[in-house]
Nanobody, 122 residues
């Protein structure tokens, strides 16, 4: 398995952008990578994932605004967030799971980062 560390969170006004990065301690080429988020008083929810073959999937709430990417050579996954809304405020978590065995449910993933805070003001 791998350890994951998120970075890039911060405070931004509605309509602004942030780019989150997830650095892994080892190779991620055989993993599906995903981003989840957890707002205040809420459960973790799926945001986006990118499979080993670069196929992507997004939650309806972020589709068209967020873009997930990966760089296997650098063992990183990224989440570009544009047109941010106050409801995007949450702790964002990076997750990794064995390709073909994980989807959009948090419990399916074995590898998690500590999270990075994103706060969108209005």
């Amino acid at each position: 398995q791998v350890q994951l560390v998120e970075s890039g969170g911060g405070m931004v006004q509605a309509g602004g952008s942030l780019r989150l990065s997830c650095a892994a301690s080892g190779r991620i080429s055989r993993y599906d990578m995903a981003w989840f988020r957890q707002g205040p008083g809420k459960e973790r929810e799926f945001v986006a994932r990118i499979l080993w073959n670069t196929i992507t999937q997004y939650a309806d709430s972020v589709k068209g605004r967020f873009t997930i990417s990966r760089d296997n050579a650098k063992n990183t996954a990224n989440l570009q967030m544009n047109s941010l809304k106050p409801e995007d405020t949450a702790i964002y978590y990076c997750a990794a799971g064995n390709s073909g065995f994980v989807g959009v449910r948090p419990h399916e993933y074995d590898n998690w980062g500590q999270g990075t805070q994103v706060t969108v003001s209005s």
